[in-house]
């Protein structure tokens, strides 16, 4: 599987951006779909995933301002990013998984080891 994400740019605090994520390779539907990032200096953090049966959970830092979602005819993962904040400048990442959890479950999905294929990240900037 080949990621390659996109969409990131600079953005005033309290904008919002759409990052895609487009895919190819194995067949789309059998995959989770996760985000990540990495601020400088920090490790890399989970933001959310969503499952090919479409349950998602996200990491409460950005719970209610991003929303993952996928569009299994175009072979793309979205994070939509709303009421961003100069905290939530990173490079972000997308990735996917082969595993599916069930929904009381999903919480693994936070750890990077959940995740087999990985994309160059591409970079937020959150500044006035």
């Known amino acids: 599987v080949q990621l390659q994400a996109s969409g990131g740019g600079l953005v005033q605090p309290g904008g919002s951006l759409r990052l895609s994520c487009a895919t190819s390779?194995?067949?789309?539907?059998?995959?989770?779909w996760g985000w990540f990032r990495q601020a400088p200096g920090k490790e890399r953090e989970f933001l959310a995933a969503?499952?090919?049966?479409?349950?998602?959970t996200y990491a409460d830092s950005v719970k209610g301002r991003f929303t993952i979602s996928r569009d299994s005819a175009k072979n793309t993962v979205y994070l939509q990013m709303n009421s961003l904040k100069t905290e939530d400048a990173a490079v972000y990442y997308c990735?996917?998984?082969?595993?599916?959890?069930?929904?009381?479950?999903?919480?693994?999905?936070?750890?990077?080891?959940?995740?087999?294929?990985w994309g160059p990240g591409t970079l937020v900037t959150v500044s006035s």
């Open positions: 390779g194995r067949p789309f539907s059998r995959f989770t």
């Open positions: 990735a996917a998984a082969r595993r599916t959890y069930v929904s009381s479950s999903l919480y693994l999905y936070s750890r990077e080891s959940e995740f087999d294929y």
């Open positions: 969503v499952t090919w049966i479409g349950d998602s």
